[in-house]
């Protein structure tokens, strides 16, 4: 039995994956388990349903793969340590997180800071967070996608997205903000090109 052990644990400790395959006592087996997780994050999808709610195990599984929170106990969705570990490895894990930490400011931040794009996971309270949205589009400038209307329209705002990525300018800034030559240069210098001027307001296009 300990030998078998042995080959089981070296299989996981270099496939996490390789969880899915093995016999059910293994699954509820804890060193087993948490070797797998430790490998490969989603492997926790495989686990005996109580590891699953087996705080130790699923913050160790989060650490490796945020989205190993999607597999999660209900009420470790909730937990903000386990969250906060989650958001902190890929940001868009925030998607699985119980409702009420989609409205913690600390938890989002903690989220956009690692991928911008979370933001639409936020709560729409925190999509008006001149804050909030400016930390999302510093790290991707396409997360002005998910801001609320009015912050879309606010100067500071888009031209933070711009210089973050010039293409922005194109799909997500309104026709006023196109139309300022502040911005447009931003983001003809983001893209160092002048195909920025495409998408700028038709004023623009013919100033000389």
Not at 87 to 93: E, I, P, Y
């Amino acid at each position: 039995m300990a030998d078998e052990k042995q080959k089981v644990l070296a299989k996981v400790e270099k496939d996490g994956s390789a969880l899915a395959d093995l016999d059910d006592k293994w699954k509820s087996d804890k060193e087993i388990v948490l070797a797998a997780v430790k490998q490969n994050g989603q492997s926790l999808k495989c686990a005996d349903k109580k590891l699953k709610g087996d705080k130790e195990f699923i913050l160790k599984a989060v650490k490796q793969n945020g989205f190993a929170l999607q597999y999660a106990d209900k009420k470790l969705k909730a937990d903000k340590k386990i969250v906060l570990a989650a958001v902190k490895r890929d940001g868009r894990s925030l998607k699985c997180a119980d409702k009420k930490l989609k409205g913690d400011k600390e938890i989002v931040l903690a989220a956009i800071k690692q991928s911008g794009f979370a933001l639409q996971y936020a709560d729409p309270s925190l999509k008006k967070d001149k804050e909030v949205v400016l930390t999302a589009i510093k790290n991707n400038g396409w997360a002005l996608g998910y801001a609320d209307k009015k912050l879309k329209g606010d100067k500071e705002i888009v031209l933070a997205a711009v210089k973050q990525d010039g293409g922005v300018l194109k799909e997500e800034v309104n026709k006023k903000l196109k139309g300022d030559k502040e911005i447009v240069l931003a983001a003809i210098k983001q893209m160092q090109s002048g195909d920025a001027l495409f998408y700028a307001d038709k004023k623009l296009k013919s100033d000389k």
